[in-house]
T-cell receptor, first 111, second 116 residues
């Protein structure tokens, strides 16, 4: 079973920041938080991942709480092309290689 | 484009037929994964390879399913005697696993299978 909880759907106005929350209260010390998104009928696209520090790349920022029990993916200036299902995944190191996916958050960016 | 590629992108077949899908990973990636995704659900893990060795298989991978990665490069996923319940998107991902470093899986566009 997925170890994360996400809202089913969210809306965001074009040009505004989209803040997507994820709860992972049972995360353990060596587990990373990964974010992917899937635009309709396409393969998932990697966005970002982190362990405990906040991370930023050209696509998004990842804010992880100090207790690591939750995180937020931030798309700073959402565009219509950011409309997608966003998946938050907790993945361990060691021999645990596979990604276990939940249902994700369906983000609609509106003009 | 040097991303993960999958072929075919779409496949329609009749129940009972065999189908084979191909995945070409990102060059020099040593791990290759197969997932299955049905409508409205997240992807589900099927199996993965480290080079040519198949290291883990999900219980979802019934005996009608077989995957190979003979030379540690491309991989094939075959489904024998297809059933309507096999209709899904089949996703391939690859990653570079290095000691001491967290790996990231990169996905192909998927093969959408419809079994009539």
């Amino acid at each position: 079973d997925a170890k994360t909880t996400q809202p089913t759907s969210m809306d965001c106005a074009e040009g505004r920041a989209a803040n997507l929350p994820c709860n992972h209260s049972t995360i353990s010390g060596n587990e990373y938080v990964y974010w992917y998104r899937q635009i309709h009928s396409q393969g998932p696209q990697y966005i970002i991942h982190g362990l405990k520090n906040n991370e930023t790349n050209e696509m998004a920022s990842l804010i992880i709480t100090e207790d690591r029990k939750s995180s937020t993916l931030i798309l700073p200036h959402a565009t219509l092309r950011d409309t997608a299902v966003y998946y938050c995944i907790v993945r361990g190191g060691g021999n645990n290689r596979k990604l276990i996916w939940g249902l994700g958050t369906s983000l609609a960016v509106n003009p | 484009d040097t991303g993960v590629s999958q072929d075919p992108r779409h496949k329609i077949t009749k129940r009972g037929q065999n189908v084979t899908f191909r995945c070409d990973p990102i060059s020099e990636h040593n791990r290759l994964y197969w997932y299955r995704q049905t409508l409205g659900q997240g992807p589900e893990f099927l199996t993965y390879f480290q080079n040519e060795a198949q290291l883990e298989k999900s219980r979802l991978l019934s005996d009608r399913f077989s995957a190979e990665r003979p030379k540690g490069s491309f991989s094939t996923l075959e489904i024998q005697r297809t059933e309507q319940g096999d209709s899904a998107m089949y996703l391939c991902a690859s990653s570079l696993s290095l000691a001491g470093r967290q790996e990231t899986q990169y996905f192909g566009p998927g093969t959408r299978l419809l079994v009539l």
